[in-house]
């Protein structure tokens, strides 16, 4: 199956770290991403890793990839309420051409 | 940086007319992918094109065809919108490199009546 798989919402208080989980399905892929997408814009490449990596830090966000349980988390330190946004995970794998495969999206609310 | 432009925010359009949902963009990738989203499910890969002149059918092509004349250009169109086309319309672009990073226009919010 290709599911990507993430929970629709998120509530968090400004100052808190925020944890974003995500399931895969396809042990072949070889990339996943963090997109963020704000109100009335596109999607924005926030982080990725490699999938021969089990982290990557960059600044406030900390990415951890289990590929045994397939299993994607992005961890925002000291939320900000200018971190809220739709956080959407996806996967890419070199079949035929890259394919890139979206989860549903978690919506990030910070309360202030 | 890159820019994906999409040429209408908003596009308000009548059931059974003829849709053009123009893209382009600025840096010279091959790559360009047209996807909807809607709520609770994402974004879904409508039709995507590796080349000049070619496309490839996505997960749901259904209703839908394309064009790319020129490299920069993306077009989407529905030949007979239908109301369960309304949606968010987002075009991205890439390079074929590893990863596959996507970039993604601002998205065109299409009302079909």
């Known amino acids: 199956g290709e599911d990507v798989e993430q929970s629709l919402f998120l509530s968090v208080r400004e100052g808190d770290s925020s944890v974003i989980n995500c399931t895969y399905t396809?042990?072949?892929?070889?990339?996943l991403y963090w997109y963020k997408q704000e109100p009335g814009a596109g999607l924005q490449l926030l982080t990725y890793?490699?999938?021969?990596?089990d982290m990557k830090q960059d600044q406030r966000l900390t990415v951890l990839l289990n590929k045994k349980d397939k299993h994607l988390s992005l961890r925002i330190a000291d939320t900000q309420t200018g971190d809220s946004a739709i956080y959407f995970c996806?996967?890419?794998?070199?079949?035929?051409?890259?394919?890139?495969?979206f989860g549903a999206g978690t919506r990030l609310f910070v309360k202030a | 940086d890159v820019k994906v432009t999409q040429s209408s925010r908003y596009l308000v359009k009548r059931t059974g007319e003829k849709v053009f949902l123009e893209c382009v963009q600025d840096?010279?990738?091959?790559?360009m992918f047209w996807y909807r989203q809607d709520p609770g499910l994402g974004l879904r890969l409508i039709y995507f094109s590796y080349d000049v002149k070619m496309k490839e059918k996505g997960d749901i092509p259904e209703g839908y065809s394309v064009s790319r004349e020129k490299k920069e250009r993306f077009s989407l169109i529905l030949e007979s919108a239908s109301t369960n086309q309304t949606s968010m319309y987002l075009c991205?672009?890439?390079?074929?490199?590893?990863?596959?990073?996507?970039?993604f226009g601002s998205g065109t919010q299409l009302s079909v009546l």
């Open positions: 991205a672009s890439s390079l074929p490199t590893m990863g596959e990073k996507l970039f």
């Open positions: 996806a996967e890419s794998k070199r079949t035929g051409g890259f394919k890139t495969i």
């Open positions: 396809d042990s072949s892929s070889t990339y």
């Open positions: 890793i490699f999938s021969n990596m």
């Open positions: 840096m010279d990738h091959e790559n």
